[in-house]
């Protein structure tokens, strides 16, 4: 029997079915509406970085055919064959995704679905309809991503702005089409009429046969497999106008080449030369110049000011000052978020305060839980159906209609909490909306369980969702103040937002490997822990004492791990 899935739901593929040869069918549909289904095969960091895993109508299948479009059949709008051992390494996330073609929204459509059937037999469904959209003309049906193992999540989460967005957010871009070339006015056979233009394909009983077809350029990034015959030439989503870099293209004419690349740092518009200092050589010539002898060409940059280290982009590696960053940009990372990897940051994109705060747009996925940057993350609690538990007062912004209530832990769940240090003030968030979370502007970490464990202390939570299981655990010790300490241990399916002050390191358990017990945030649940005191009424009754007198030992099996600190609480 399948098992149904609402959107937000997660599963591991090997739970529905041990075959590994699928077939994923979509069923979409509206009055009055046309669509384009494709799938994305995405790289590890969710983008495009490989054209020829995008397949849609002029592209049916991957170069290994892991991915192949098999068209309408058995009642499904479209359908692709899914072959998960062939797939390559580099390829973690299969987005298959339905766009309109014409006009019209996503709230228009009826009743549809997203199916995986393996064997010939129906193992997952997602249903959805119009009602679950709105304005959308795009839309993330559902995904295949790697993690560990291959994993399905029903995602039905969509763009306004149709393909052009879609592919802005997997990192593709559309070309805009170059106008077509006036055609020349054939030699006509007798009694044909002249200036008749032949049909750009050859029809049976034209005067005379039509010229062969001019080689049509596809949209930059998805070029057509050899083969396939292009796409007629009505107007279609497929061919819209340039969202991300322009082509070179000068008024009428052809493509041209742009520019031998400037010296470094040198921008044409941004750090002109200085007037005393002649261009790099050819460097704005003229075609056919009348040849003049020039002095030796002067090395590259001499002639232009030097800025400043971060001004365009990063300097050499080991001249960036400590503890310094490029502007806009956090410790840490490699580009501020929104900015795409290697892209210049010394100016804004676009004029104005837009395009100033581009860096900072939200980042749209279709995710459940999804990090804005490394201290703000977001909750979609229209997804998967649960409400979220929060700690009071970490809500920094929400759209939508959400609504907040106090989460009571009960008479004995304050008795316990009071007497274990492990005391959480909870509200619940519950609605159809986004919710921003964010906490004295600490470092947060989403970390997804699937039916596993993980044990983290109630100082370092700071949402969760509420289908988790929590409870207070014991670590027993011995020379503690209290005989004990406790924590808090998280289990079931659902994510955990845990909070640390900076960044933190992730260790291997190992039986060598101890902690500071303020420091440490979280560890495996399976990991078996003992502590280490080191009190001695000397050694703390006299000035010199380290102040490390209690540690926790750590045990377990490999593959077990703690996440450490760099303060102490």
Not at 15 to 25: I, P, S
Not at 42 to 65: G, H, T, V, W
Not at 164 to 187: I, M
Not at 428 to 449: K, Y
Request: aromatic fraction near 8%.
């Amino acid at each position: 029997m399948a098992r149904e899935f609402q959107r937000g739901h997660k599963a591991r593929i090997s739970d529905l079915t041990a075959g590994t040869d699928l077939y994923v069918g979509v069923q979409i549909s509206g009055p009055g509406l046309t669509f384009d289904i494709s799938c994305f095969g995405l790289d590890a960091d969710e983008r495009l970085s490989d054209d020829r895993y995008f397949i849609f109508f002029n592209q049916p299948k991957s170069p290994e055919e892991s991915l192949q479009l098999l068209g309408p059949q058995a009642g499904d709008t479209e359908s692709f064959r899914v072959t998960l051992e062939k797939i390559p390494q580099q390829i973690k996330k299969l987005s298959f995704t339905a766009t309109l073609d014409g006009a019209g929204q996503m709230s228009q459509i009826g009743p549809g679905y997203i199916r995986i059937v393996a064997g010939g037999e129906e193992v997952a469904r997602y249903p959805f309809s119009g009602s679950e959209f709105s304005t959308e003309r795009a839309v993330m049906l559902g995904d295949f991503y790697f993690k560990d193992v291959w994993r399905f999540a029903a995602v039905g989460q969509g763009f306004d702005g149709g393909l052009d967005a879609l592919l802005k957010n997997f990192g593709g871009e559309v070309a805009e089409e170059e106008p077509a070339a006036p055609q020349q006015p054939q030699p006509q056979a007798g009694g044909a009429v002249p200036g008749f233009a032949p049909p750009a394909f050859g029809v049976p009983g034209t005067p005379a046969p039509a010229p062969a077809p001019m080689p049509q350029p596809a949209a930059q990034g998805f070029a057509p497999s050899p083969g396939v015959t292009p796409p007629a030439p009505a107007p279609s989503v497929h061919a819209a106008p340039t969202i991300v870099a322009p082509l070179n293209t000068p008024p009428g004419g052809s493509p041209v080449p742009p520019p031998p690349a400037p010296p470094p740092f040198g921008h044409p518009g941004q750090q002109p030369p200085a007037p005393s200092a002649p261009p790099p050589p050819g460097y704005g010539a003229q075609p056919h110049a009348p040849h003049v002898p020039q002095a030796p060409a002067p090395p590259p940059g001499y002639g232009q000011p030097t800025p400043p280290p971060g001004y365009g982009q990063p300097p050499p590696p080991g001249q960036m000052p400590p503890g310094q960053v490029l502007p806009g940009q956090m410790p840490g990372r490699q580009a501020p978020y929104g900015v795409p990897q290697g892209a210049s940051q010394g100016a804004p994109r676009t004029p104005g305060v837009l395009g100033a705060l581009q860096m900072f747009k939200e980042t749209p996925t279709g995710q459940r839980w999804t990090q804005q940057n490394p201290k703000l993350v977001r909750a979609d609690l229209g997804m998967g159906g649960q409400p979220v538990l929060a700690r009071q007062g970490s809500m920094v912004l929400y759209q939508g209609k959400v609504d907040f209530s106090y989460k009571g832990a009960g008479f004995s769940g304050r008795i316990v909490g009071n007497a274990t240090g492990q005391e959480m003030q909870l509200m619940r968030c519950t609605g159809q909306g986004q919710v921003f979370f964010a906490e004295d502007a600490t470092m947060l970490h989403p970390i997804e369980l699937q039916g596993d464990a993980v044990c983290v202390s109630a100082e370092s939570v700071l949402a969760f969702d509420e289908s988790l299981q929590y409870e207070v655990r014991r670590i027993e010790g011995h020379g503690i103040p209290g005989g004990a300490l406790f924590t808090m241990q998280f289990q079931g399916t659902g994510t955990i937002v845990v909070k640390t002050h900076g960044v933190p390191v992730v260790l291997p358990v190992t039986p060598t490997t101890f902690a500071d017990a303020n420091a440490v945030v979280a560890w495996s649940a399976a990991s078996q822990v003992i502590v280490s005191s080191q009190v001695r009424m000397r050694r703390n009754s006299y000035p010199g004492d380290t102040g490390e007198s209690v540690n926790l030992q750590f045990r377990g099996a490999p593959g077990n791990f703690i996440v450490v600190q760099p303060y102490e609480i």
